[in-house]
């Protein structure tokens, strides 16, 4: 008996139509517009609609910056505002080149290959010699991975 009703239970569940994510709002990627509309110069931004309420992501190390950001999205109509945007200290570009030199010199996948750093405002520029494109994609991530660089420049070769 107790079989059964498992059984039943079982096939009940089966034959019910799935709509678990029917109520859910989806998101609307507003990152563009918003960059258009003078917050290119903010580090990661994000801008999605989500049920009516804009959500503001993103870092900068300017709390005017940040407080434009939700002046910005009402300017544009919106009126329900979730500015999430964090804020940071200035990049320190010594411990940014050095951070980046160490991690390119540690990784045994770029031994043999002749890299140049360079930081300026957490912006890092990194060139050199490669000597495959795999090598190339392995630099650019570790230097991205290094905390306080904001965008990382490329001109490596192979």
Known sequence: MKQSLLSLAALVVLLMPVTLHADQPE??????????????????????????????RG?????????????I????????????????SAPDDGVILRAAERALARHRSLDGCKLRVDSQ?????????????LQKQVAIELVKNVDGVRSVQSDLTH
């Open 73 to 88: 999205a009402t300017s544009l109509g919106y009126t329900r505002v979730a500015n999430l945007i964090q804020l940071t």
């Open 59 to 71: 870092r900068t190390d300017s709390n005017l910056k940040a407080e434009d950001a939700g002046r």
């Open 121 to 133: 405002h957490g912006v890092v520029r990194i060139a050199g010699t490669v000597h495959s494109e």
């Open 27 to 56: 998101a609307v990627d507003l990152t563009n517009s918003f960059r258009a509309a003078g917050l290119s110069d903010i580090d990661r931004l994000q801008v999605y609609e989500v049920g009516g309420i804009v959500i503001l």
